[in-house]
């Protein structure tokens, strides 16, 4: 299939044989008035995994509230208990993490952490921290096609073992140090992802010789590196940068056990505001701070540009629409994680939004900017893409059974529609459990009516 994208075409995948895992089919229908509705949403994935690890790594006990019940936090904890972590859960959303002082057992064994992105390389470095232990890390099979080349090479740099036992530059990994990593001066490619050099920040303490981290290119998705900056900093750990270009942490520094509290998920946030965007009415969203890190907090900046209009209080956004909405050009590079809720959102705008700064997202769950393609001319919304932008051109969606290819924010994305058209299917819905699994019971008590068809 190839695609018009204006003087020059490119090859689209095909997606429509994307493996399936065997759920089945939820049908929405829209509210009979506009939405008035006060939700919350669930503590940051992003925060509760940086959260995790520290405190895993920290000497003393953290106790760790709000956190993320999602199936990624949960893959972290099972991987960390696998490594001799003792992790108790007094409350569903309270963990009581027991650190190891930087000391963990050498395991020997595989740790499967599913399609978790963030568990694989936040592990990856952990494992390599590990003297004497024998670990295969392993995934999913989309997880096996995703690079990590990066982070391996900058951790042979300071002294891992690490071998690939599938394709060359992808999980699953056999990771076997015999000696401590050693760090001091590191190189490392930053145009491929953020999650490399969060990885590497969010262990330090495993490095000897502390890091000096140099970036080569243009680091992406900065929002995210300074989410890792605050995590460290909240956790007893001095770290700096320049211009994100070079990073430094001095050794001979360690965590500390603390109380903290994870704050609300802006990512999960973005479609319940689409919901007020495309519907009309109010959705206030609590347990959100507005002066957040996460780079998903401006998104309501973007729909304000679409013609909403937003407040803030002292933890909550609320997003009004009147149900009208104009294009708008957007660069996305500071929040990848909710382009695909702007291009749902644009298929319901009066002319053409162009959306940039994707470059991440075809090596995401799914080759994200196909899927949008795909998906919303099967609500008959024409696109554009090239190999880091779409271009949605809006208008008047209509019926259709959208595929989520094993992506949460595709279903959760695609959902925005079932609160303004009719007949909008959702295949495999407990995808969302990856990062949001009450999200199908919040959309519901807004008023969207969501059925279960088996």
């Known amino acids: 299939m190839v695609i018009s994208t204006g003087p020059r075409t490119l090859p ?22 506009s939405l008035d509705a ?29 956190v993320s019940l999602s199936k990624d936090s949960e893959a972290l904890i099972d991987a960390l208990k696998t490594l001799g972590v003792a992790i108790h859960t007094p409350d569903p959303t309270t963990l009581i993490v027991e650190g190891c002082g930087g000391i963990l057992r050498p395991y020997v064994g595989t740790i499967d952490v599913g399609p978790a992105g963030t568990t694989m390389r936040f592990l990856a470095t952990l494992c390599a921290g590990i003297p004497g232990a024998d670990i295969t890390l392993r995934g999913s099979e989309r997880m096996h096609a995703r690079p990590i080349r990066d982070l391996v090479d900058a951790l042979g740099q300071a002294g891992a073992r690490i071998d690939y036992l599938g394709n060359e530059g992808c999980p699953p990994l056999r990771i076997h140090s015999q000696t401590p990593l050693q760090g001091g001066e590191i190189s490392i490619d930053g145009t491929t992802s953020s999650q490399f050099i969060s990885s590497l920040l969010l262990n330090a303490p495993l490095f000897a010789q502390g890091l000096g981290i140099s970036v080569r290119g243009t680091q992406i998705s900065t929002s ?8 460290v900093a909240d956790f007893g750990l001095t770290a700096t940068h320049s211009s994100y270009q070079r990073f430094m942490v001095k050794p001979g520094q360690s965590y500390t056990g603390r109380e903290y509290q994870v704050e609300g998920d802006a990512s999960g946030a973005s479609y319940l505001w689409g919901l007020a965007a495309v519907r009309g009415g109010t959705v206030t969203v609590e347990n959100i701070n507005p002066h957040s890190a996460q780079g998903d907090i401006k998104f309501p900046q973007l729909l304000a540009q679409m013609g909403c209009t937003v407040t803030q209080g002292a933890r909550s956004i609320t997003v009004s629409g009147s149900g009208r909405l104009r294009a708008i050009d957007a660069d996305m590079t500071l929040m990848p994680d909710t382009a695909q809720t702007l291009a749902v959102i644009a298929a319901c705008a009066e002319g053409s939004t162009t959306i940039r700064g994707l470059q991440t997202l075809r090596i995401k769950e799914t080759d994200r900017i196909a899927a949008l393609h795909n998906e919303l001319l099967k609500v008959g919304i024409s696109s554009d893409v090239g190999p880091d932008y779409i271009v949605v051109h809006g208008g008047a969606p209509h019926k259709a059974c959208i595929a989520t290819y094993e992506d949460h924010r595709m279903g959760m994305s695609f959902a925005i529609l079932g609160a303004k058209v009719k007949g909008i299917e959702i295949e495999e819905p407990r995808v969302v459990d990856k990062s949001f699994p009450s999200f199908w019971q919040t959309v519901s008590t807004m008023g969207i009516q969501v059925e279960n068809r088996t």
């Open 12 to 33: 689209l995948k095909d997606l429509s044989n994307a493996r399936k895992i065997t759920m089945d089919t939820i049908a929405l229908t829209p509210p009979a008035t």
């Open 38 to 66: 006060t939700v919350s949403v669930p503590g940051s994935k992003s925060y509760t995994n940086r959260a995790l690890l520290m405190a895993a790594l920290a000497t003393g006990v953290s106790r760790l509230s709000s």
């Open 224 to 231: 995210y590196l300074d989410m890792t900056m605050q995590s």
